[in-house]
């Protein structure tokens, strides 16, 4: 892809601009459509999901899609799952990277955007609350639309930067990034009553939600680094410096098919501006042409029109895609299950934050193919990981995989 993909790709998750609203993305994937899709699929294997939510004009798929993950981890342990509040966690990691923001002089990105392990971040340091008890709606929205609210912080924020390089700032300098956030999105709640009992964020995490972050783990597939080691990810929203562990691309399939089979849902992020992601039609798969031309518009209407083969990923084509900016971390989604085609090729079944829009419901069905050559990190429980990856990552890790 050329640099203008980050133009039409904003508010997903590494288009660190603000002037665009995410209704910009689902308008430019619509184009890309053929309308005469025919695809019939058969579910083989569904761990269990809440319901499809909206995120709205608002960069927060990583809250979306991280959120989703961990009420599918409820699920899974038996719970009964809680629709959590996204903003919650968005409104967190955005006091966070405002202060590092401010602190390193401007130099991280900025926006709406973030990664998959910033939930499970702001989970261990802040905690959870119901979407009823924080909706970060104003009076009178339905769905989030950050443009005005962004556009307020990032001047406050450059010039607490400029005022940090002329001298010391005030002790209470957050105070107006706080006061912008609470603004739009509301105040963090200190306590809050559900199903008749108090909590705070913390207590409702540790006694209701009950996950231990401890036990998940992200992971990425990069050629160009040590494998079975820990890197710091180089895209614009790792805005943390968090790091992922690398694994030979296959990996990557094997650890998502693995998390299946056990039960275990996925966190996903990917690249989703591609001709061949049809968010309309609800599939994505890689297309056996020469990817380095571009498409005509002939060729983009046959490729929705049946199910067609993928073309075979390589690591070399994986690492060059990335090295060049044509796969980019643009969008956070929820795998959830496998699923096969009238023809019996698989997809993973994928659950979006773009509302129930789509042929779908919401849903995409995503081949491995794709998923091995888009993907640019996942998230999992260490239990879905496969024993014979788990020990080749275990004599480099303090964290007790």
């Known amino acids: 892809m050329k640099n203008t993909k980050f ?10 601009s603000m002037m665009f609203a995410q209704d910009d993305l689902i308008n430019k994937l619509k184009s890309n459509q053929s309308q005469n899709a025919n695809f019939q699929f058969t579910t ?19 809250s979306y899609s991280g959120n989703s993950f961990l009420e599918s981890e409820m699920q899974r342990m038996g719970k009964k799952p809680v629709d959590l509040a996204e903003i919650f966690t968005a409104r967190n990691s955005y006091h966070d990277k405002a202060k590092l923001y401010v602190l ?14 910033d939930v499970i971040n702001m989970y261990k340091k802040y905690g959870a609350v119901p979407q009823e008890a924080y909706s970060g709606l104003k009076a009178g929205q339905t769905t989030n639309n950050f443009s005005e609210m962004q556009s307020k912080l990032k001047p406050v924020l450059d010039s607490l930067v400029q005022a940090s390089q002329k001298g010391r700032l005030t002790d209470n300098w957050m105070s107006s990034v706080d006061a912008v956030l609470d603004e739009y999105l509301g105040k963090v709640p200190a306590n809050f009553t559900y199903e008749g009992k108090s909590y705070t964020p913390k207590t409702f995490a540790k006694e ?23 890197f710091v990810v180089p895209i614009p929203d790792n805005w943390s410096h968090d ?3 690398n694994v030979p691309m296959k990996d990557l399939t094997a ?44 060729m983009k209407k046959e490729l929705f029109t049946e199910p067609k083969a993928d073309k075979t990923i390589t690591e070399d084509m994986r690492q060059k895609a990335l090295n060049d900016l044509s796969t980019t971390d643009d969008h956070g989604m929820h795998i959830v299950g496998l699923a096969k085609d009238q023809t019996g090729k698989e997809y993973y079944m994928v659950k979006n934050s773009w509302g129930v829009t ?3 419901k919401g849903y995409i069905y995503v081949t491995k193919p794709y998923v091995e050559y888009k993907s640019t990190a996942i998230l999992v429980h260490k239990n879905a990981i496969p024993k014979n990856i788990l020990k080749q990552l275990k004599p480099n890790t303090g964290i007790g995989l």
């Open 44 to 62: 083989l294997k569904d761990v269990g999901a809440t319901s499809v939510k909206n995120q709205g004009s608002s960069g927060t798929c990583w």
């Open 7 to 16: 133009i039409s790709l904003l508010f997903v998750l590494s288009a660190g």
């Open 358 to 360: 789509n042929d779908f």
């Open 255 to 298: 650890i998502v098919d693995n998390a299946i089979k056990k039960g275990y849902s996925v966190g996903w992020a990917t690249d989703v501006s591609e001709p061949y992601f049809s968010y309309k039609n609800g599939v994505a798969y890689v297309p056996d042409v020469n990817l380095d031309q571009t498409m005509t518009p002939e």
């Open 208 to 230: 209701v939600v009950g996950i231990n972050p401890e036990d998940y783990v992200e992971l990425s597939s990069y050629k160009d680094y040590p494998y079975f080691q820990k």
């Open 104 to 117: 390193n002089s401007g130099a991280i990105n900025w926006g709406d955007g973030g990664e998959l392990h």
């Open 243 to 245: 790091s992922d562990w």
